[in-house]
C-alpha cells in the first residue's frame, strides 16, 4: 500500500504547489495591468497631457534606447529565472527598484526561460548593439534561429577593457555573467576584439554556481540533470509557456515574454499541427533542452562550471542566502513568518533532501547534509562561489574592514539571513537590510573597486586618475582555507 499512498502524496504536493505558483504569477501579471491602467486613468485627469492612454509606453520607449556614455562603468542588473527587465510589467521592478540608488544603472530584459548560454548572447548584444547573433554552430545544434533581436544602439556601446562594466546578478543571473566574461576572454563575437577585462566585476546575490536539488524536487531527473518527469511541476510550466508563445499575443508579450521567440514557437509559424508537437514536446526548446532549469541542476552546473575561469583582473562577490537552522541536529526552516509563503514549504522540503537511492552521486564526496541549508531556491552551498568540478579562490568575509584593500581574482562571500526573494520585488520585506545591500554592493562598486596602476612621478607621486587607482596586495588575505565549511549568517555592512 506504500506505493500508492505515495504517488497520492505526490500529486496532491503538485496540485497545490502549482496552484499557488498559478496564484503569484498571476497576482503579478494583474497588479502589473492594474498600476498601468490606473497610470492611464490618472494621465486622463490631467490637464494639457499629451499622448493619453499610452499606458506608459512612451517612457518606456526611451528606456529602450537609454545610452550611457563616459564614466564611470556603469552597474548592469541581471535577472534570474523566471525574472525580467526594466521596461516590463508595467512600473513593476525586478530588484524592488534598487536601479534608482545610482544613475549609471542598466536593468536588461532577458530571456525568463532561455538557457544561460543564449541570455548571455542576448545581455552581449543589449550592451554594445547590433543583432543578437547566437552562433551557427549552436542555433543547428538546438533548432532556433540564429539571430535573434536588434538593438539599432547599444546601451553601452563604448563598452571595452578601457571601459568596463560592473554585473550584479541575482540567482541564474550570475551565471549569465559569468559565462558571458568566458565568452568575451574566447572572442566569442565576430567583428568584436574581446577580453575578459571587459568586466570589471561580478557581484552574486543568491546565486546559482553550482546548481540546486530544487530542481528535482521540480521534475528534472536526478539520473541525468537533463530530462524532465513524466509528472511535475516543471511539465505544468513547460505546457503554460509553450500555449503563452505559441498564442503570440502582441500585446501580452510587452507585459511579459519567456524570451523564446528565436524558436519561432507561434501559431503564425507553427500552427494547430505545430502546436501539437510543442505539447508533445517533438520540438521546441524544451525538446532540445535548451532552456533554463536544465542548466540549474548539480550535474550540468559542473559540466558549465569546467569551462568557466575566475580571472585575476576581475573582482568577484558573492552573496549566499540562508532561511534554515540546526535544531537537534536536523536542518529546520529557521522561522515561520519571515520565509515568502511561497518559499516556505519549499525551504522544509529542501531541508529533507536525499539524493535518490540507486542514483549515482553527482560528484565525488557528495553528502547529502552539505545540500540541506537552503533559501527556498537554492543551497547555501552552491550560492557561496563556485565549488564544482574545481573550487576556485574564495575568502570568507566576517569584518569587511579586513578585506580591504580588495583583491581580483578571488570571490569574497557573505553568508546573510534571507530567503530567495528577500531582495526583489518587494523591498519592504528585507527592510533596512534591503538598503544595506544594495548600498554596499554600488559603494563598492563605485569606492573601492579600480582597475590598473597609474605611473608614478620621479618624486613618488602618483598622477591621479578620476575613475582608477593603484592596487596593492591583501598581505595573506588569499583563498579561505575553511571554504568547504557552512559559517553562521553574516549581516551585509
Not at 575561469?309 to 522561522?335: C, D, H, I, Q
Not at 529533507?352 to 542514483?359: E, S
Not at 593603484?470 to 583563498?479: K, P
Request: hydrophobic share 35%; charged share 20%; glycine share 8%.
Amino acid at each position: 500500500m506504500a506505493g500508492p499512498s505515495i504517488g497520492i502524496l505526490d500529486l496532491i504536493e503538485l496540485f497545490v504547489s502549482t496552484t499557488m505558483h498559478l496564484l503569484f504569477a498571476f497576482f503579478i501579471l494583474s497588479s502589473a495591468m492594474a498600476s498601468d491602467l490606473f497610470q492611464v486613468l490618472t494621465d486622463c485627469l490631467r490637464p494639457n497631457v499629451v499622448n493619453l492612454g499610452n499606458g506608459g509606453k512612451e517612457e518606456e520607449s526611451k528606456e529602450k534606447v537609454l545610452v550611457l556614455e563616459g564614466s564611470p562603468p556603469p552597474i548592469v542588473l541581471v535577472h534570474g529565472i523566471f525574472g525580467f527587465g526594466k521596461g516590463r510589467l508595467g512600473g513593476w521592478s525586478y530588484f524592488a527598484g534598487a536601479e534608482k540608488k545610482d544613475d549609471r544603472v542598466l536593468v536588461p530584459d532577458l530571456g525568463s526561460l532561455t538557457s544561460i548560454y543564449d541570455r548571455a548572447r542576448e545581455l552581449f548584444y543589449y550592451l554594445k548593439g547590433g543583432q543578437v547573433d547566437y552562433g551557427e554552430e549552436h542555433s543547428l545544434q538546438f533548432g532556433h534561429l540564429q539571430f535573434g533581436k536588434i538593438y539599432e544602439q547599444g546601451h553601452y556601446p563604448s563598452w571595452d577593457e578601457h571601459h568596463p562594466v560592473h554585473f550584479v546578478g541575482h540567482s541564474a543571473g550570475v551565471q549569465v555573467a559569468r559565462v558571458l566574461q568566458q565568452m568575451l576572454a574566447d572572442k566569442a563575437f565576430a567583428g568584436h576584439d574581446t577580453s575578459e577585462d571587459w568586466v570589471l566585476s561580478i557581484t552574486s546575490l543568491s546565486g546559482a554556481f553550482n546548481g540546486t536539488t530544487r530542481s528535482y524536487y521540480d521534475g528534472m531527473q536526478p539520473e541525468n540533470g537533463r530530462l524532465l518527469k513524466p509528472i511535475c511541476l516543471l511539465q505544468a510550466c513547460r505546457l503554460g509557456a509553450v500555449v503563452y508563445d505559441w498564442l503570440d499575443a502582441a500585446w501580452l508579450k510587452n507585459y511579459y515574454n519567456f524570451g523564446f521567440d528565436h524558436f519561432r514557437m507561434g501559431w503564425r509559424w507553427t500552427g494547430i499541427s505545430g502546436l501539437a508537437d510543442l505539447i508533445s514536446n517533438n520540438t521546441g526548446p524544451f525538446a532540445s533542452e535548451d532552456w533554463i532549469v536544465p542548466d540549474l541542476t548539480i550535474q550540468s552546473s559542473i559540466k558549465l562550471n569546467s569551462g568557466l575561469r575566475t580571472f585575476p583582473n576581475t573582482f568577484y562577490f558573492s552573496y549566499a542566502t540562508k532561511r534554515t537552522k540546526k535544531v537537534f541536529g536536523l536542518t529546520m526552516p529557521s522561522s515561520i513568518w519571515g520565509i515568502h509563503p511561497l518559499l516556505f514549504f519549499r525551504v522544509l522540503q529542501m531541508c529533507q533532501w536525499r539524493f535518490p537511492h540507486g542514483v549515482p552521486p553527482p560528484y565525488k564526496d557528495y553528502r547529502d547534509e552539505d545540500w540541506q541549508d537552503n533559501d527556498g531556491a537554492l543551497n547555501t552551498i552552491s550560492m557561496t562561489h563556485p565549488r564544482l568540478p574545481v573550487e576556485h579562490p574564495s575568502f570568507f568575509v566576517v569584518d569587511d574592514s579586513n578585506c580591504h584593500p580588495l583583491r581580483p581574482g578571488i570571490w569574497y562571500y557573505k553568508i546573510i539571513e534571507a530567503d530567495h526573494f528577500s531582495f526583489i520585488v518587494n523591498r519592504e520585506r528585507a527592510g533596512v537590510q534591503f538598503d544595506l545591500l544594495y548600498d554596499g554592493i554600488f559603494q563598492r562598486c563605485r569606492n573601492h573597486i579600480f582597475r590598473s596602476s597609474p605611473p608614478i612621478l620621479p618624486n613618488d607621486t602618483a598622477i591621479s586618475d578620476p575613475h582608477y587607482s593603484q592596487i596593492t596586495e591583501a598581505g595573506d588575505q588569499g583563498t579561505d582555507k575553511r571554504s568547504d565549511q557552512m559559517p553562521s549568517p553574516q549581516i551585509p555592512v
